[in-house]
């Protein structure tokens, strides 16, 4: 079975301050790593996603997660985060011989001006 | 193009009741998803639609929970005599294929409050 833990609730950062927002994941076999953002009353909509090759996975609004095996981590980050970036964000992994997404807890984003 | 929709956006619904819920996946995904989400459990997987078929129903909390799928469309899912414990947003998503690491794109969800 696969575990997803996200180790902030809540990320509060002052507007084009960087940001990280940690994900370790436990597997006992190789996964597909996710992160996908929900803004208030809104679905989930996917930022990026690593299947394989490199590690380092560009996604949509200027985020990049980084794919670390040894430490079972995809750490999400984005250099300079935007007021519009205030939302949740829910990492996930999938084992490929099954189709659900097994996510975290979420990770509050706030933007401070 | 139209993304995943789900109706009703909210509903309320006394305790005992029984409640349906719906999904009307992107045209032409085959794999269909049921989700939901509570302050308690986070987002958890209920079941799994590919065509009509479910080969994967873990999820499902209860056997008061049932999901159907007709004409590798719609979906519907069932809530049988509800219980507070069921309010939740219940999350629909579905994907192209049952492909390895397909990407699953989620619809607004229903939010379902139950008396």
């Known amino acids: 079975a696969q575990s997803v833990t996200q180790l902030d609730s809540q990320v509060p950062v002052f507007e084009e301050a960087p940001v990280e927002l940690r994900c370790n994941y436990s597997?006992?076999?190789?996964?597909?790593l996710f992160w996908y953002v929900q803004y208030p009353n809104q679905g989930l909509q996917l930022l990026l996603k690593y299947l394989s090759g490199s590690t380092l996975v560009k996604g949509i609004n200027g985020f990049e997660a980084e794919f670390n095996k040894s430490q079972t981590s995809f750490h999400l980050r984005k250099p300079s985060v935007h007021i519009s970036d205030t939302a949740e964000y829910f990492c996930a992994v999938s084992d490929p011989r099954r189709q659900k997404l097994v996510f975290g807890q979420g990770t509050r984003l706030t933007i401070n001006p | 193009g139209a993304g995943v929709s789900q109706s009703p956006s909210n509903k309320v619904t006394e305790k005992g009741k029984d409640v349906e819920l719906r999904c009307d996946p992107i045209s032409g995904h085959t794999a269909l998803y049921w989700y939901r989400q509570s302050l308690g459990q986070g987002l958890e997987f209920l079941i799994y639609?590919?065509?009509?078929?479910?080969?994967?129903k873990s999820g499902l909390p209860s056997d008061r929970f049932s999901a159907e799928r007709t004409g590798g469309s719609v979906s519907t899912l069932t809530i049988q005599r509800t219980q507070q414990e069921d309010s939740a947003v219940y999350l629909c998503?579905?994907?192209?294929?049952?492909?390895?690491?397909?990407?699953?794109?989620f619809g607004p969800g229903t939010r379902l409050l139950v008396l």
């Open positions: 639609f590919q065509g009509n078929s479910a080969p994967d």
């Open positions: 597997s006992s076999v190789s996964v597909y």
């Open positions: 998503a579905s994907s192209l294929v049952r492909g390895l690491g397909e990407t699953q794109y």
